[in-house]
């Protein structure tokens, strides 16, 4: 068993900056690649950052210098930190978390709860 326990959402004004986090806990042998999604309202879930087991990083367009994903292997977590924000960058944010439980097992995604960000003035 894997869980994934997301924090950090709530309201902000544009042009400020909130931080997201992602906590994997359970099973766990090895962490590949982690993801943040979001999805708006009546929008299709969209791919936001990724970060490899090795650091490589790569971003959506609409984010990209604005967002910087991150994590800490010592802890399972992956971050999201998200500046400059706009009113359009509102929706659940999700992570997604590619896990290998060890031998006998295949590596498998697993989705966090989603926490809801707001961007408003």
């Known amino acids: 068993q894997v869980q994934l326990v997301e924090s950090g959402g709530g309201l902000v004004q544009p042009g400020e900056s909130q931080r997201l986090s992602c906590a994997a806990s359970?099973?766990?042998?090895?962490?590949?690649?982690m993801r943040w999604y979001r999805q708006a309202p009546g929008k299709e879930r969209e791919l936001v950052a990724a970060i490899t087991s090795g650091g490589s990083t790569t971003y959506a367009d609409a984010v990209k210098g604005r967002f910087i994903i991150s994590r800490d292997n010592a802890k399972n977590t992956v971050y999201l930190k998200m500046n400059s924000l706009k009113h359009e960058d509102t929706a659940v944010y999700y992570c997604?978390?590619?896990?290998?439980?060890?031998?006998?097992?295949?590596?498998?995604?697993?989705w966090g709860q989603g926490t809801q960000v707001t961007v408003s003035s």
């Open positions: 997604n978390v590619n896990i290998w439980s060890g031998f006998g097992y295949s590596a498998r995604e697993y």
């Open positions: 359970g099973d766990i042998f090895s962490i590949n690649t």
